[in-house]
């Protein structure tokens, strides 16, 4: 895990834009090493135990969605994902064709719309250039209600290679949602899957009153 004296972001840019294009050509070529094959286990023990089935879920940059499969399982009713690669939005509409709990948008999420009580973070604040984190943190406060929160993953660790992914450390990510959620929780994941074992972080974070 990184250490948060280490408040430096090093990680390395990419050298394309992480557009439509580029996103849908990794679909189009089966590069999706991102995809572990099933919902992450912490954050389904967290929604196993979240009360509201009727919460308006959002799930951005939600590649195969494996947690919206999880959700409907455990009753949740209102769930939307949104994915900027065409190629993925086809296979998730013909995916959940007969589960109209989920509604699948293509579409940019930095222009999205919509009110959310919820937003759930696996594997998309990696994947967006760093330089994109404060713009992340800003939409996510304008699409969430006033009670409204992000839970999920973030990665503890950097990546050799130039990104995406982006790794990262506590140390840079709170100074990005300071300003618009309280960070009741980003602490060590201790339920990760054996490949991420200490390099995820948990994150819980309130949306801000307004100020």
């Known amino acids: ?10 990680v390395k840019a990419c050298d394309q834009p992480l557009d439509k294009t580029y996103w849908n050509t990794q679909w189009e070529n089966e590069q999706i090493g991102w995809d572990i094959g099933y919902a992450a286990p912490a954050i389904v023990a967290y929604m196993q135990q979240y009360p509201n089935k009727e919460a308006r879920i959002l799930i951005a940059g939600c590649g195969n969605a494996y947690e919206a499969e999880a959700l409907c399982d455990m009753g949740f009713k209102h769930i939307t994902l949104v994915d ?28 999205h719309e919509g009110q959310y009580d919820l937003m759930i973070e696996q594997t998309f604040f990696c994947a967006i250039p ?43 990510y709170k100074p990005v949602f300071n300003p618009y959620f ?20 948990f994150i819980i974070l309130n949306k801000k009153d307004n100020e």
């Open 1 to 10: 895990m990184a250490e948060d004296k280490d408040i430096t972001c090093c």
């Open 84 to 111: 900027i690669a065409p190629k993925a939005v086809l296979l998730l509409q013909e995916k959940f064709a007969d589960k109209p709990e989920i509604n699948v948008v293509l579409g940019d999420f930095f222009e």
């Open 182 to 201: 309280e960070i009741k929780t980003m602490d060590l994941c201790t339920n990760s899957i054996k490949p991420r074992e200490h390099q995820e972080v």
């Open 130 to 172: 760093p330089g994109k984190r404060t713009d992340y943190a800003q939409q996510a406060r304008k699409l969430l209600s006033d009670k409204g929160k992000i839970i999920g993953l973030l990665f503890d660790r950097r990546f050799e290679q130039q990104g995406p992914p982006f790794g990262g450390c506590p140390c840079e």
